[in-house]
């Protein structure tokens, strides 16, 4: 999962880092369109100042002016008119037809009277002819004679010039591009050009496109499809290039991407779940072999320690009842160690814990007899055995002889790990206080030499007991370098 998560943060910085790329692309293009455009309108704008300076023009001789008008007008097509007006807006020359006492005023005058008083080209706004009855464009040039204005020469342009310059200029069907006239409505637009021009820019873009010269923003076309969109404004001619991509050339690829990362991720994820539980299985099958196989150790150690005691009766029936007590006690011992393993499924113990297995029975009156101090000390299988058998012997010494034969009698029990050049030790001390008076025995036991010859030899340290007036005190040390 969380793999699958960075792969779609990935993907989504990746869709981010398209979008930019494409805000600029959008801009890239529509500045290029507006300098092709330009370019046309100047071509436009110079062969009508070269029309303007013609003798025949500037003289009146409007049949000599009509042959130089054709050669200009077939580089545009059929659809392309030439007129010539006075201040008055009267149309003094048509390309149409020689008969222009016939023909209606120029129908937007305004522009004519800016030539007139600026003396320099202007450019139209869409709107409809008043002879062809079409919507069309100009560009209006001053003929000038004396440093005055003779007349204003006006060519309607086909439209079809426009449409041509964004279609070729269009880098693929996602895209939308439409050329609008200084009031925002559109006369070139690519798609559906027979639908759309004519018509002012949709809302969206409509609200940005008078606010900066050059701007790239979000919109939505005319046909409700989200675009990315810039726009650049001509400063020649006062017209509007748009230009914008559909959102959905850029979310696509996203929304693909995530599928197939979703996909492969969900494989994986299967395949890895798959893994896991086949693993839970096998790891769960260990569990269950390990658990029997130590429940069958527990079972033959228990068998074995019953048969050991069977023997044990029988060997020792002259004995006396004491000594016979004593070797049950030690065989009770090893067996309470190994039910404290049992639990811990033989991983081994704590201290603490083998401490209150050994001492429980001379505890149940009067657990505040007994006091212990020190750290937990992770004890390995073979050091629990051995210490049960050591606290049980001195122990067992206690409840006969010491601090436990009474019920005033109190031990001590403090432990701690000390560092020394041979490794780390255990140190526990044993001390009774409150027993009978103490004195030394004439003779060492069976037990004492278990004692000192199992801390010796099993745990790699010592075993020793002071005989105090106040007191026995034992002190035993064990390695437990690798051992816990």
Do not use: C
């Not at 880098?171 to 200084?182: E, L, N, Q, V």
């Not at 991509?245 to 197939?260: F, G, K, M, Y």
């Not at 994986?268 to 260990?286: D, E, N």
């Not at 016979?324 to 160690?337: D, N, P, T």
Request: charged letters at 20%; a neutral charge.
């Amino acid at each position: 999962m969380p793999l699958i998560i960075f792969a779609a943060g990935i993907i989504f910085n990746n869709y981010e880092q398209d979008r930019r790329d494409a805000t600029q692309r959008v801009l890239e293009t529509v500045r290029s369109i507006r300098l092709v455009l330009d370019a046309e309108m100047q071509r436009m704008t110079g062969g009508l100042q070269v029309l303007a300076l013609t003798n025949s023009l500037r003289s009146g001789d409007f049949n000599s002016f009509r042959r130089i008008a054709a050669g200009f007008l077939d580089q545009y097509g059929k659809d392309g008119v030439v007129l010539v007006a006075d201040s008055a807006g009267r149309q003094l020359f048509s390309s149409l037809t020689p008969d222009v006492a016939n023909l209606p005023p120029r129908n937007n005058r305004d522009i004519v009277e800016k030539v007139f008083a600026t003396k320099r080209p202007y450019y139209s706004n869409l709107f409809v002819g008043v002879v062809k009855k079409t919507l069309i464009v100009t560009v209006e040039v001053p003929v000038i004679r004396d440093g005055e204005v003779l007349y204003d020469i006006s060519f309607s342009p086909p439209l079809e010039i426009f449409q041509a310059i964004i279609e070729q200029q269009r880098p693929d069907k996602d895209w939308t591009i439409s050329i609008f006239d200084g009031e925002g409505v559109n006369f070139a637009r690519v798609p559906n050009p027979q639908a759309t021009i004519g018509m002012p820019a949709s809302p969206s873009l409509r609200a940005q496109m008078f606010r900066n010269p050059e701007a790239t923003f979000a919109t939505v076309s005319l046909e409700g499809v989200p675009l990315i969109t810039s726009i650049a404004r001509s400063s020649l001619t006062g017209w509007t290039v748009a230009a914008g991509t559909a959102e959905t050339s850029l979310v696509a690829p996203l929304w693909r991407s995530l599928a197939i990362t979703s996909v492969i991720g969900g494989v994986l994820l299967m395949v890895g779940l798959a893994f896991a539980v086949r693993m839970a299985t096998a790891i769960a099958r260990g569990e269950m072999l390990h658990d029997l196989l130590i429940e069958e150790l527990n079972h033959r150690v228990k068998n074995t320690l019953a048969i050991l005691q069977s023997i044990a009766t029988q060997t020792f029936r002259s004995a006396s009842r004491a000594e016979r007590e004593k070797f049950e006690g030690r065989l009770g011992a090893l067996a309470e160690a190994h039910n404290l393993l049992s639990q811990e499924k033989w991983q081994g113990s704590e201290l603490q814990d083998v401490i209150a297995r050994v001492l429980n029975p001379y505890l149940l009156s009067n657990p505040e007899r007994v006091r212990k101090f020190g750290p937990k000390v992770p004890l390995s299988p073979r050091l629990a055995v051995i210490l049960s058998m050591i606290l049980h012997e001195i122990a067992t010494n206690a409840a006969k002889y010491g601090a436990l034969s009474n019920d005033t009698g109190t031990v001590t029990l403090d432990w701690e790990i000390i560092e020394e050049s041979d490794g780390r030790k255990l140190r526990l001390l044993w001390t009774e206080a409150g027993g009978p008076h103490v004195t030394a025995p004439a003779q060492r036991g069976f037990g004492s030499r278990l004692i000192e010859r199992s801390a010796r030899d099993q745990l790699g340290g010592e075993a020793t007991v002071d005989f105090l007036p106040g007191g026995v005190v034992y002190t035993l040390t064990s390695a437990l370098e690798h051992e816990s």
